[in-house]
Every structure is written in C-alpha cells, then in structure tokens.
C-alpha cells in the first residue's frame, strides 16, 4: 500500500501547470482578448504578467491611426518615448487634455474606441459674456469641472467644431444637458427648478456638418429635470484615420415668441456608434 501511495502521489504532482506554458503561447492566446480579460490573466503568475506586457498584444488593441492621435493630443512632444504598447495604451485610456483644456480624448478601457468630449468654455454660446443670461458655475459632476448655466434667454444658440484624427468608423456626437441647477446642501444633492421653463413650447434644432460634406439635422424637446441626458445631435462616418476630420456642430432654439432657461450645458460628446447598443446613458434623450 505504501508503494502504491507513493507511486500515485508522484504521478499527481508531474501534471502540467500554468507555469510551465510558454510565454509565447501565452500572448498569442491574450492577443484575441479584450483588455479586461489580458489584466485579469496577468494577475495569475509571472509567466502571464510577462506575456500581457507582449507589444503585438497591445498593437491590436490601439487604434490603427494612434501614432497621429498622439501628436495630436500631445503635440508631438510631450508624450514619453520609452513605453511600451501596453504603456501606450494605458496613457491613451486617461482623461488627456488638450486646446488649452477645451477639450479631453480617451480610449475607452474595456473597447479601446477614441472618446472625445468638448468643454461648455469651448463652445460658441449666444450671450455667454452676459450675466444677466449665462454663468459659468463650478460642479464636480463634470469631467470640467463647471458647467455653463442658463437662466434666461429669448434666443438660445451653441455652436462648436472639432478638428481631430479620429479612427475610421462610424461616430455619434450628442449635448450633455441637465435641466435644473444641481448642488449639495448637508451633503445630499439637491436640484433647483425654479428657472427651468419654456422647453416643452418649441423644440431644439440640433445639426452637425463635416468637412467631407456629411450633414445631419433633427429636431428634440428637452424634458426631464434632476439628472443629466444625452441628447444626440447625429452620426458621421470616417474614412481616413490619418487625416483630420472637421465636424462642425450646433444647437438653437431661436422662436423668440417666448423665453427659455434652467439649463446646465456641459460638453459635447464624441462616442463610436456602438457605444449606444452597450452604454444605457445615452439612450434616453
């Protein structure tokens, strides 16, 4: 019995383990998954930390035009010379900012699709240099930090462009609007209404145009107080990653047979069109 146990016990302990695969095999494996999925296997030992850290792996999950958007983004200066793939990809998934901080880029974490948003402060507001109708007002709830605040105003417009290397695919731009002024007050967040009125009269125009002659307009009311919404404004498509595409854009209910305010303008948001079948947010404009 004894000879037995020990025959089995050495028969056991010469099974395979995660350990002896080799690397290589490892990062061809992590080349076909998502970039959670890579992170989670790296955790498991030294041999698949090693392999996550593999430059073709990572080549795969960058967008193809990323070295344009880099020096887009960073001037062609600023941006480390010494990361790797990996590297690069995990600077390009932070909250980079650029246009004298008018505008924010970023690879989403869990796709690797470019993101873009624009700042209020970047935007063209019809009266923004009038207290009497807009301020700009500080809020954690924006990746800005402030927001432009409408109290009144007969003729509402905003407009803004963006001139970027965005990857090809297909891209969705919407308004970050929140009806209502938000605070905190005892530490629970509150939602002032008082100045919020004449959006349910006339509804909004909003357009986008592009420098390769796409053009799209519709037309939406603003509803909702308390809580912030997407209000998508249209879709364009991009060819040629290595090339900038201008998108000019807009937003106005100009019917000056009555007032409107009570709204918190936040940015514009560039999302890939795909984004809107896996993020819930932004279907409920």
């Known amino acids: 019995m004894g000879n037995w146990f020990s025959t089995t016990s050495s028969s056991q302990s010469s099974k395979p383990s995660l350990d002896e695969l080799p690397e290589s095999c490892v990062a061809a494996v992590m080349e076909y998954m998502d970039p959670p999925q890579i992170c989670k296997l790296a955790s498991l030992n030294r041999t698949f930390r090693a392999a996550s850290f593999a430059d073709f792996v990572w ?23 010494h990361l790797g793939k990996r590297g690069i990809y995990s600077r390009l998934c932070s909250l980079n900012t650029f246009d004298d901080g008018t505008k924010k880029a970023w690879l989403d974490r869990s796709m690797g699709k470019l993101c873009l948003s624009i700042s209020a402060k970047g935007l063209y507001i019809t009266g923004i240099d009038d207290r009497r109708y807009w301020n700009h007002i500080p809020t954690e709830e924006s990746r800005f930090s402030s927001v432009a605040y409408l109290q009144q105003i007969w003729w509402f417009e905003v407009d803004g462009e963006v001139e970027f290397p965005f990857p090809p695919g297909t891209y969705s731009l919407f308004f970050r609007i929140h009806l209502g ?30 420098s390769n002659d796409q053009h799209v307009a519709s037309h939406c009311f603003l509803k909702g107080t308390g809580k912030w919404r997407y209000y998508h404004a249209g879709d364009f498509v991009v060819e040629d990653g290595n090339v900038s595409t201008k998108v000019k854009f807009s937003m106005t209910q100009i019917d000056c047979t009555h007032t409107k305010g009570g709204l918190c303008l936040d940015s514009v948001f560039v999302y890939p069109s795909e984004f809107r079948k896996v993020k819930e947010f932004l279907n409920h404009s």
Not at 61 to 79: A, H, R
Not at 183 to 209: A, M, Y
Request: net charge positive; glycine share 8%.
């Open 181 to 210: 002024k938000a605070s905190k007050r005892f530490g629970r967040r509150v939602c002032n209404t008082e100045h919020v009125h004449g959006w349910d009269i006339k509804p909004v125009k909003l357009q986008l145009w592009t």
């Open 59 to 81: 080549e795969s999950k960058l967008p193809s035009n990323y070295e344009v958007i880099i020096s887009k983004i960073f001037d062609g200066g600023s941006f480390p010379s």
